[in-house]
T-cell receptor, first 114, second 111 residues
Framework: KAGVTQTPRYLIKTRGQQVTLSCSPISGHRSVSWYQQTPGQGLQFLFEYFSETQRNKGNFPGRFSGRQFSNSRSEMNVSTLELGDSALYLC?????????????FGQGTRLTVV | TQLLEQSPQFLSIQEGENLTVYCNSSSVFSSLQWYRQEPGEGPVLLVTVVTGGEVKKLKRLTFQFGDARKDSSLHITAAQPGDTGLYLCAGVATGNTPLVFGKGTRLSVIA
């Protein structure tokens, strides 16, 4: 079956702009989590959705937001982009309400803010 | 604050050598997972350990979960160039906490 699909793969934006990233989880998966990966900080948790409800939120400013649709697809939005937002944004889907089951990752969206 | 500390950060070894990477925390985890990430790809799960003291083997890779469920190790025997990648440990603490990751160990195996 198809894996986790993230679009776009690459994105270049200017400071102050806003951006929306998309994630389509594996068919049947209801959990979607978002992570920001940078060389200095590693994978930092952004938020987690399960059946359209935000279950957890990491320590990121309010400029970072997300949502999940009824078909489990998820989007994350970053407003007023800063240079420090340049990172690989990874989405992971899971098929269980239980968190210690496998997280399946997409290839990520590489965001560059100039 | 990084809940999971991984060491070493970088490791460069010759093909055929053995190595161990560590994942430590002051917190107790209900489960720990190990992932490998290659350039341009997302992390891929290698193993999940859930019981204190548990040892799991995956071909040349041996994973151990500490008795107190605060630490884990990954041992690779006779490393091969195909083992090159970023090794990440990740854990779920308790209750409704999300899966959190260490910063990873970047392994390079030279032929």
């Amino acid at each position: 079956k198809a894996g986790v699909t993230q679009t776009p793969r690459y994105l270049i934006k200017t400071r102050g702009q806003q951006v929306t990233l998309s994630c389509s989880p594996i068919s049947g998966h209801r959990s979607v989590s978002w992570y920001q990966q940078t060389p200095g900080q590693g994978l930092q948790f952004l938020f987690e959705y399960f059946s359209e409800t935000q279950r957890n939120k990491g320590n990121f400013p309010g400029r970072f937001s997300g949502r999940q649709f009824s078909n489990s697809r998820s989007e994350m939005n970053v407003s007023t982009l800063e240079l420090g937002d340049s990172a690989l944004y990874l989405c992971a889907s899971g098929n269980s309400r239980v968190r210690n089951t496998e997280a399946f990752f997409g290839q990520g969206t590489r965001l560059t803010v100039v | 604050t990084q809940l999971l500390e991984q060491s070493p950060q970088f490791l460069s070894i010759q093909e055929g050598e053995n190595l161990t990477v560590y994942c430590n925390s002051s917190s107790v985890f209900s489960s720990l997972q190990w992932y490998r990430q290659e350039p341009g790809e997302g992390p891929v799960l290698l193993v999940t350990v859930v019981t204190g003291g548990e040892v799991k083997k995956l071909k040349r890779l041996t994973f151990q979960f500490g008795d107190a469920r605060k630490d884990s190790s990954l041992h690779i025997t006779a490393a091969q160039p195909g083992d090159t990648g970023l090794y990440l440990c990740a854990g779920v603490a308790t209750g409704n906490t999300p899966l959190v990751f260490g910063k990873g160990t970047r392994l390079s195996v030279i032929a």
